[in-house]
């Protein structure tokens, strides 16, 4: 705890292939999707079913997808070999909340911007997993298209974190009093939430 920053370089410089290896290893720990993966929010409800075994014609050995606003069901041949298409599964999820993401965030953003008398800005749904928005020097903004993972509020607060980036591009008492007047005081207690689930 009490090592000079200086030491704790050359610690990291010394076990980089090793933190590496680590890494790797908590990559391969992701989740396994099959059957049983949900994502289940207020806003998007997202789940992978196997088709009856007793399905015939043409769609048995298909897969398809039925979806509609905030809804996606994917739907598996029955005898799918879920570990030989996990990175494809992937992408079909990855793909299916930036499609959700593109229908919501944008609209949400505006709603709000109207609510708190912001000037409506421009949104951008980006692939992001290491932060959940950014509001760039000329206030576009940018939002995780992982947010609709996670329920509305926290999406709300977010949404509001960045709108306040608009006004206030730092992270001064000035911009949390003002992040405090659009969520009725809960700035602190949102953010401490919202920090328990990362991108």
Wanted: with cysteine.
């Amino acid at each position: 705890p009490y090592a000079p920053i200086k030491e704790v370089r050359n610690i990291i410089d010394l076990n980089r292939d090793k933190i590496a290896r680590q890494k790797q290893t908590v990559k391969s720990r992701t989740t396994t999707i099959d059957q049983n993966f949900r994502i289940s929010t207020d806003l998007l409800q997202l789940n992978i079913v196997l088709r009856p075994q007793t399905a015939i014609g043409s769609l048995a050995n298909e897969f398809t997808a039925n979806r509609k606003k905030g809804q996606c069901t994917i739907v598996c041949p029955h005898a799918t070999d879920f570990a030989s298409i996990q990175e494809w599964l992937k992408k079909i999820i990855i793909e299916e909340l930036r499609i959700q993401a593109k229908a919501h965030l944008p609209q949400r953003t505006h709603e709000l911007a109207q609510t708190y008398g912001f000037h409506d800005k421009d949104v951008k749904i980006q692939s992001s997993r290491t932060n959940w928005g950014s509001c760039s020097g000329k206030n576009s903004i940018n939002l995780s298209r992982y947010l609709m993972t996670l329920p509305s509020h926290l999406i709300d607060y977010v949404i509001k974190h960045e709108l306040c980036h608009t006004v206030h591009h730092d992270h001064s008492p000035n911009f949390w009093a003002l992040m405090d007047s659009v969520t009725n005081n809960q700035a602190h207690e949102l953010r401490n939430e919202l920090r328990k689930g990362t991108p």
